[in-house]
């Protein structure tokens, strides 16, 4: 059975930064792609960009560029997504989701709340 | 970027009834799209890939259909338990885009 298991979640001051994780099991980690993604309250999906597990390769949404960074642990099947300079735009759940294209497994999301 | 525009961004409809969603893409997306529902709290869940393919797992009262930039998500005989968010997803082109969403509540 395919498991995405998200950490938990984090109040973070303005500023800051924070790194997520994403532990997966059930499935050959480093053949798949992995992507994240924001969720605003009552709001809109937005992709924030991918890696690909074997070789770390990633791809971001411009928008996103600068803000978050991807990067993954094959030897604990583990993606991680560090997001930097926090503000209170950044306050939202973050999902980490498997597949190139479209979605069959999501992590239970990770809530962010920036708040000083 | 491609725009995805979902209507309606509300539904109200009684059980049993038949439902129906709509997705337009700002320009041809050949059939690179995805539907999911999303429950509160919950993370959303696959319902239909490339457009008309049911995901493992998920009712066949579920279908999706369309082509170009016009797609469509139908709910046959609307239960209690579909009650629910749902969005489309276009995975044509990056970054991928999703629709505002779809909340679908019982008449």
């Known amino acids: 059975e395919v498991q995405l298991q998200q950490s938990g979640a984090e109040l973070v001051k303005p500023g800051a930064s924070v790194k997520l994780s994403c532990k997966t099991s059930g499935y050959t980690f480093s053949n798949y792609y992995m992507s994240w993604l924001k969720q605003m309250p009552g709001q809109n999906i937005e992709w924030i960009g991918n890696i690909y597990g074997g070789n770390g390769g990633t791809g971001y949404n411009q928008k996103f560029k600068g803000k978050a960074t991807l990067t993954v642990d094959k030897s604990s099947s583990t993606a991680y997504m560090d997001l930097s300079s926090l503000t209170s735009e950044d306050s939202a759940v973050y999902f980490c989701a498997m597949g190139s294209d479209w979605f069959a497994y999501w992590g239970q999301g990770t809530l962010v709340t920036v708040s000083s | 970027d491609i725009q995805m525009t979902q209507s309606p961004a509300s539904l109200s409809a009684s059980l049993g009834e038949t439902v129906t969603i709509e997705c337009r893409a700002s320009?041809?997306?050949?059939?690179?799209l995805a539907w999911y529902q999303q429950k509160p709290g919950k993370s959303p869940q696959l319902l239909i890939y490339?457009?008309?393919s049911l995901h493992t797992g998920v009712p066949s009262r579920f279908s999706g259909s369309g082509s170009g930039t016009q797609y469509s998500l139908k709910i046959n005989s609307l239960q209690s338990e579909d009650v629910a968010s749902y969005f489309c997803?276009?995975?044509?082109?990056?970054?991928?885009?999703f629709g505002a969403g779809t909340k679908l509540e019982l008449k």
């Open positions: 997803q276009q995975y044509y082109d990056y970054p991928y885009t």
């Open positions: 320009e041809d997306i050949y059939n690179g």
């Open positions: 490339n457009a008309n």
